[in-house]
């Protein structure tokens, strides 16, 4: 058989293969489907900026002023107020009020039970803005049910044009809607739902959803429809699904669920930014916001809305909205043919056989060039395609007939000449050497894998007199199975706090917060996993006497701070971890526990960054061995201890600063009565330390204590 017959059957079995995979595994390839028109809008830049589009930024820079979210609705009021006098066009908001606001005055009177004043309700206040404002509130839906009974009023007629019953347009099992006081007042409303693909990132945002039979709009379909004055929005479809969706002059072009496929602008902040804290105060040029489309949106790290797009993997959602009305306003489509799916396959089968006999008629030294030149045209086809036609084909197919067809086409030459170059290689394998031989052979470099830096807490615990324990137990595999006993629900507990175990260290447990997944409020989840753990040892001490005749306590220190975080190692023998001077120090303050007799230590940092209440005392003031600045260090305590230890407490506080203020005499006293009083160790330190101060004095008195080894 001749080598283009063979070649000629080869391809007929792999565009087979790959028309199979197109048709019956579309989600394995999906996400890489995803990327490679990524990696197009990437190649194709960032466009000019639109002047028809504003987003007010809840940003870090507002919430550091009027605090963290929610505001106060009479906030809120205010902005919506000073957007309307700057005469802004249509409002879309990105915000859901879904709780009644627990600041207004009229709440706090009713708390109370006051009803001798009549106080302001911030809501109404909200409301009445609303009213007097083109403004669309927005709302999301859900996909697990939430037993919500009410649903937004219907803003227009949806009239459908051959989509049957069962098509694939989204449908939500749940709602979470504005207030009444509000969602009554809005000028229309709609879904802001973002919702990412496979990969964890946004392509498309769908234009209307089914909820309870209803078709219901986003809130860029809305805000598009009220600048039109549309009265009735038209979605025409097939047994399929959705095709396109029209009202007034639009004419947009969807997938089959209903959903825009998103022809980004750029990477974030394309559009025009304004801080709401600089509308609230009223800096800001009113010709900016006058007859613009305005979106009231967030892009502070802490709310939870930055999304994924092609340009940028940080967006705020805010602005995947502003795309999408941009997209409608502009007319630049991106969008599927209708019979989509033999266009792709007509593609990936006249590829196949075109490059067949394309590459059976070229000479090897011409194989390479010829292919480099094929596939920048190709690329360049489907650019003009995508970005001048804004016609979306299926990406990844074409390139794997392409990149398979010049390897069957390698191979197949490989094969067939195959005995010749054995040939060759025997006249020659005894003229050079295996080095010369290995040497071309090309290995590609292994990844170097990125590592990143992180603010965690990172967290240690240790067994106190575990060498005289194991000497009690002598059995070392009564040791392993105490060792396993304690382990398992410490760890269980770090994990239920959503912690990072890093490593055990003999008997001791290393973990962290915030890495590799960023974990809200970490600091608190740390302590009180801290506390949770003592809570469960004396619980488990019971059995353990019990079971091997002793009991444990444990030391546990936790700091907050940057570290380098990601996979290290070895090549081959790698791990996860994190390192640091922080990871170092919050082992340095593990071993502290000793000298003071306490069982939970955090540092200052880790103080600073707790949102609940704790029992905290001040420990000391020290300084790590090789470092000028000091850390303060606190205990914790258990809630129960602290409400009975209130009396020592405040005068444990007292004499602690009359030490620091070096009015040694006064605190010894204290430290003195401490001590008799409670016999707590950490008393008795002090009360060492201010009497060696008396009979040693030295100008000037430093508090803080040194730490002479690391």
């Not at 979106?295 to 999408?324: K, Y």
């Not at 480099?372 to 990844?396: Q, R, S, T």
């Amino acid at each position: 058989m001749s080598k283009f017959l063979i070649k000629s059957s080869v391809a007929f079995i792999l565009a087979l293969l790959l028309s199979w995979a197109y048709l019956f595994l579309p989600q394995t390839f999906f996400s890489l489907n995803n990327h490679l028109r990524d990696f197009m809008f990437s190649i194709r830049g960032e466009l000019p900026q639109s002047n028809r589009i504003v987003i007010i930024d809840i940003d870090e820079t507002s919430l550091k002023v009027f605090g963290q979210w929610p505001w106060s609705r009479s906030v809120v009021s205010e902005l919506i107020h000073k957007l309307s006098d700057a005469n802004a066009g249509i409002i879309g908001l990105d915000i859901v009020f879904a709780e009644p606001d627990q600041t207004s005055p009229h709440r706090i009177a009713s708390k109370i039970k006051d009803n001798t004043v009549s106080l302001d309700n911030y809501d109404l206040i909200l409301a009445e803005a609303l009213s007097s404002t083109p403004t669309v509130g927005g709302y999301v839906f859900t996909f697990e049910e939430n037993n919500h009974d009410k649903v937004p009023l219907i803003p227009t007629v949806f009239v459908e044009k051959g989509l049957q019953k069962n098509n694939s347009i989204l449908q939500p099992k749940g709602i979470v809607l504005n207030i009444d006081v509000l969602q009554e007042k809005f000028y229309s409303s709609g879904f802001f739902n973002n919702i990412p693909d496979a990969g964890g990132m946004i392509h498309r945002v769908p234009l209307i959803m089914r909820y309870d039979g209803i078709v219901y709009p986003s809130l860029v379909l809305e805000m598009a429809r009220i600048y039109s004055a549309a009265p009735e929005v038209e979605i025409y479809g097939d047994e399929v699904g959705v095709q396109k969706i029209q009202f007034g002059d639009f004419t947009i072009p969807t997938d089959h669920a209903g959903r825009l496929i998103v022809n980004f602008r750029g990477p974030g902040r394309h559009f025009k930014y304004i801080s709401a804290v600089d509308i609230l105060n009223g800096k800001f040029d009113a010709k900016e916001i006058a007859g613009k489309f305005i979106f009231v949106g967030t892009s502070a790290v802490g709310l939870s809305d930055l999304r994924s797009i092609s340009f940028d993997s940080t967006i705020p959602g805010v602005e995947v909205h502003a795309n999408a009305l941009d997209n409608i306003l502009e007319g630049d489509f991106l969008h599927e043919p209708l019979d989509v799916i033999v266009y792709d396959l007509l593609v990936i089968w006249s590829m196949v056989f075109l490059l067949i006999l394309l590459f059976s008629y070229l000479n090897s030294w011409l194989l390479l060039p010829v292919a480099i030149a094929v596939g920048f045209l190709l690329f360049n086809i489907f650019f003009y395609l995508l970005f001048d036609l804004g016609i979306v084909l299926n990406l990844l197919f074409p390139l794997l007939a392409f990149v398979s067809t010049l390897i069957v086409s390698v191979s197949i030459d490989y094969i067939v000449t195959s005995r010749q170059r054995e040939a060759v290689k025997n006249i020659f394998a005894k003229k050079v050497s295996k080095a010369v031989m290995d040497d071309l052979i090309k290995h590609g470099n292994d990844e170097i894998l990125k590592v990143r830096d992180e603010n965690v807490a990172v967290f240690f615990s240790d067994i106190r007199g575990f060498t005289q324990i194991s000497e009690t137990i002598g059995s070392s595999q009564k040791l392993v199975a105490l060792l396993n006993r304690y382990m398992t629900p410490m760890v269980n507990e770090i994990a239920d706090q959503e912690g990072t175990i890093d490593k055990f260290i003999g008997d001791a447990i290393m973990a962290y917060w915030n890495a590799p997944n960023q974990v809200e409020n970490y600091a608190d989840k740390a302590v009180t996993s801290a506390l949770e753990q003592i809570k469960i040892l004396k619980q488990l001490n019971v059995e353990l006497k019990k079971e091997f005749g002793v009991t444990l306590n444990i030391g546990i220190s936790i700091h907050t701070g940057l570290v380098t975080v990601g996979e290290m190692g070895s090549v081959g023998r790698s791990d996860y971890t994190i390192i640091g001077d922080n990871v170092n120090l919050a082992s340095r303050l593990e071993g502290l526990n000793k000298l003071y007799g306490s069982t939970i230590i955090i540092s200052e940092d880790t103080k600073k960054l707790l949102h609940k209440e704790y029992t905290l005392r001040s420990l000391d003031l020290v300084r790590v061995k090789g470092k000028k600045e000091a850390v303060e260090i606190f205990e914790v305590m258990p809630s129960d201890e602290g409400e009975k230890c209130s009396d020592e407490l405040h005068t444990y506080k007292t004499a602690l600063e009359a030490y620091r203020q070096g009015k040694i005499k006064e605190a010894y006293v204290l430290f003195q009565t401490l001590d008799k009083e409670y016999g707590y160790k950490l008393y008795r330190l002090y009360l060492q330390r201010c009497k060696e101060y008396l009979e040693h004095p030295q100008k000037p008195f430093d508090a803080i204590h040194t730490m002479l080894v690391k």
